[in-house]
């Protein structure tokens, strides 16, 4: 509407161009407040307060009157209104300050980018308490969990069934978009309930079979490299991905690299559609991350990671050295505030669509039989 005004040729339009201008600000306003909350929204997680309590019930009486931990006993209002709104507003003045003549991380060239990367590792070789975290699909490889779970399916079953199996997971797509966009987590606790049912040993060889069918087509080499770098300087390197096991642990297998990935629960041979706990995704990520950090003597000051989803924010959050690797918008914007570096990996030509399984193949019929 401003570009409209602004070059309509009538005069008397000063007062609806400013209206204009302020509506503009209060959406604005109104954005930049969403992508600094929004992310609390969509938190999944389980909160564990026993140290909290422990901590309370020590305490003397008089203490406790002292120091109360009761949330209900405190001035909200004053906390946001007189506390926590200035100084967010305050950080992002001192934030955009900052980066006034300072060129984003993100504007550079590829081979720049990964040249910057490359110095950032090799100055912290031969550290053992460095490590680097890497996300999946998306990331390391350009799948999702959907594609495995069609190739693995459409492999087992016999030709004349792929129609109504296929028709029966389009029917449900726009409700798993729509999970999707609310919360990975809740997308892959409900998409997972398709595995319901299925044999867990058979799920691990198909899932074996895909690794060199599926994900070894789709790998970005820049991935696979980097990973080798970070190995070479010394570093521990975890996958951790919402990712089903019995596709995840092959390539972590391959890779020789630690993982932490979500399991179904198994009873009596089969796979129930339930998750043994959280999957690792969105706010969790930061958690298991800080968890495993704890565990392993790790400075997360000094660690890397690449992720492509604002989901993975609390875990680029956490290191020293984020890499937004093909980002999705609202990561790439996040990341090019805060001068993150943000880099393109692609595949190898030719490899662009997901294999199909092939019908005649030996090892179809076989997979079939199973």
């Not at 029966?168 to 998409?191: D, I, M, N, V, Y």
């Not at 669509?353 to 030996?362: H, T």
Request: glycine share 6%; net charge negative; charged share 30%.
């Amino acid at each position: 509407m401003q570009w409209i005004v602004e070059r309509i040729p009538v005069t008397g339009v000063a007062e609806v161009s400013d209206d204009l201008n302020e509506t503009r600000a209060k959406i604005e306003r109104g954005l930049n407040l969403s992508e600094l909350y929004g992310v609390y929204t969509e938190v999944d997680c389980i909160y564990d307060t026993r140290n909290t309590m422990s901590v309370w019930e020590r305490l003397p009486e008089a203490e406790k009157k002292t120091f109360p931990f009761d949330p209900a006993l405190y001035d909200w209002s004053h906390y946001f209104q007189d506390v926590h709104m200035p100084t967010v507003i305050r950080m992002a003045r001192a934030e955009t300050g900052e980066r006034k003549g300072k060129q984003p991380t993100g504007s550079t060239a590829p081979a720049e980018a990964r040249d910057l990367a490359l110095q950032a590792i090799r100055k912290r070789a031969g550290r053992a308490d460095v490590l680097a975290v890497f996300d999946v699909d998306g990331t390391l490889v350009e799948t999702n969990v959907i594609e495995y779970f069609i190739w693995m399916r459409l492999k087992a079953q016999p030709l004349r069934e792929w129609p109504e199996f296929l028709g029966g997971l389009l029917r449900e797509t726009p409700r798993w978009l729509q999970l999707e966009r609310r919360s990975r987590a809740e997308f892959q606790r409900s998409f997972y309930r398709e595995y319901d049912g299925l044999d867990y040993e058979v799920m691990k060889g198909l899932g074996r079979e895909a690794l060199d069918a599926v994900t070894l087509r789709r790998i970005y080499p820049e991935g696979m490299r980097r990973i080798r770098e970070h190995k070479r300087a010394g570093h521990r390197v975890l996958l951790l991905t919402g990712a089903l096991d019995v596709v995840v642990e092959p390539l972590a297998e391959l890779l020789e690299v630690e993982v932490d990935c979500a399991h179904l629960l198994v009873k009596d041979g089969r796979l129930t559609g339930d998750l043994q706990a959280p999957p690792p995704a969105g706010e969790a990520r930061a958690t298991l991350l800080e968890e495993y950090a704890a565990r392993n003597a790790i400075v997360l000051s000094e660690s890397f990671a690449y992720a492509d989803s604002l989901s993975d924010l609390g875990m680029l959050e956490l290191v020293g050295t984020p890499v937004a690797v093909n980002p999705d918008a609202r990561l790439s914007q996040v990341a090019g505030q805060r001068g993150w570096r943000i880099e393109r990996w692609r595949m190898a030509p030719g490899n662009w669509r997901l294999p199909m399984p092939d019908p005649r193949s030996k090892e179809y019929r076989e997979a079939v039989r199973r």
